[in-house]
Every structure is written in structure tokens, then in C-alpha cells.
């Protein structure tokens, strides 16, 4: 009897951690099962694989089949057990959950537009080496935060598998992350910490490259930006087609 107390408790617990409609599918088979009534909650209140068109015939504990309290609290917990075996509902992913993800991410979406049109564009002619490096610094600078913005942005047009449109935003994305990389070199070339040497022998007796100048930078600077707005426009434009009502389009640069 000890015995089989344990092994209700463990199951009831296992019972109050499901989904409200299993819940309710188990509460009703026990309330037959405990005291033969025919009477079911509300169909509108349970799952459809449990909604009767017809009254349930009555299963009585003192039933002329000799159907004892005991016999039927086993029949009643493995009735439980194997409701509370049947799989739950799948998690909700990709498409089902993209007002969710833009509410988490779309401002830094948006704000890779607003970057390369004007904060990069100042540095640029401002010559601010400093700033353009930690801006792009791969592992904490915050283009990189956008950049992960758009690549979970990119990947929830995607369910199971990866779609045609999730593949061609990441194209654009990759071709971003490349910009960011020459920029962070130009960067850190202008503050002269990346010296490239010519000549010499096996790096030894070679003669370090001038860092370059502000004019040189510029021209460098520019020629990549273009490459990343050709990019990020073709990323507005797949993802303003059939893109959610509830969001507004992207605007290219």
C-alpha cells in the first residue's frame, strides 16, 4: 500500500507539471473512473481528442464485474501514465515566433543602416582611427552586435531547415562581416599598429610600410563602404518581400 502512495504522488507531480489540456483530458477519465458519472467539463474547455457526441456509459466501483476501489485506482494511474506519455505540443520556432524576434533584435537591424551612414561616414572624415577601430573590433565592437542582429533576423524566415531567402540574407550578412574586417585593418593601420614589412630575408632586415594617410585611408575606406552598401541594400530588398505585415520595411542606404 506504502508502495503504491509513492508511486501516485510521483505521478500527480509529474500530472501538475503538463500542459493545461492534458490536465484536463486526465481529470476527466479520473472523475469516470472514481465515481461512474457521466459527466465531462465543457467540450469548448478540452482538447478535441476528447469532446463525446454521446453520453460515456457509466463505470461504477461496485460495478457487477467486481471491480474493486484498488483495481481501479491502478487502472486510473495507468490511464495517467499514459497520457502523460503522449508528446506535447511542438515548440513554436522561425516564422511562428518573428514579432517576437524583431521586438529582441530589429532596433539593431535598423541601427546597421544608421552606422554606416553616418557614424562611419564621420570617421571617415574626421580621420578617427581610434573610434573606427573599436567600432569594428570583432569580439566587441558593436558593428559586431549588429551583425548578430542580422543573422538571427536572417534565420527566423527559416523552420526546420534553412530557406532560400534565410540563405541569401546570410550571403549579405558574410559579405558585411567582410567589410568590417578591411575596415578594422585600415583602422589599425592608420594608428600604426599593423606594420606590414617588405623586403629583407625570412622577416628579418625588411623594411616596415609607412602608415597610411588620412587621404589613403579615405580612399580605401570608401571603395569598402561601397562593396557593404551593395550588401545591405540586397538584404532590405529580400527581406521587404513577404516580410510580416507587423514590421515595417527595411530602408536601404
Known sequence: ATTSRRICRRRVTRLCQQPPATMMRVLALLMILATGSAFVPS????????????????????????????????????????LLALPGPAAARGRATQ???????G?????????????FQGYVKSGDFASMKADT???????????????LWAASYSDANPSPKTVAMLDDVNKLREFQ?????????????????TGGLFGVGGKAEPAPTPAEAKVELLAAYEKAKVAYND????????RPFEIDELSEL
Not at 99 to 105: L, S
Not at 137 to 151: L, Q
Not at 186 to 196: P, Q, T
Open 137 to 151: 573590433d570583432p569580439k566587441k565592437g558593436v558593428f559586431t552586435s549588429f551583425m548578430t542582429a542580422c543573422d
Open 235 to 242: 538584404y532590405c530588398v529580400i527581406n521587404n518581400e513577404g
Open 43 to 82: 467540450a469548448h474547455k478540452l482538447a478535441s481528442s476528447v469532446r463525446t457526441r454521446a453520453p460515456v456509459s457509466a463505470i461504477s466501483m461496485s460495478a457487477a464485474e467486481g471491480m474493486t476501489r484498488r483495481e481501479a485506482s491502478a487502472a486510473a494511474a495507468a490511464t495517467l501514465a499514459g
Open 99 to 105: 514579432v517576437k524576434t524583431w521586438a529582441r533584435y
Open 181 to 197: 574586417a578591411e575596415v578594422y585593418s585600415i583602422a589599425r593601420r592608420g594608428l600604426g599598429e599593423e606594420v606590414k614589412t
Open 107 to 119: 532596433s539593431r537591424v535598423e541601427t546597421t543602416r544608421s552606422w554606416m551612414a553616418g557614424t
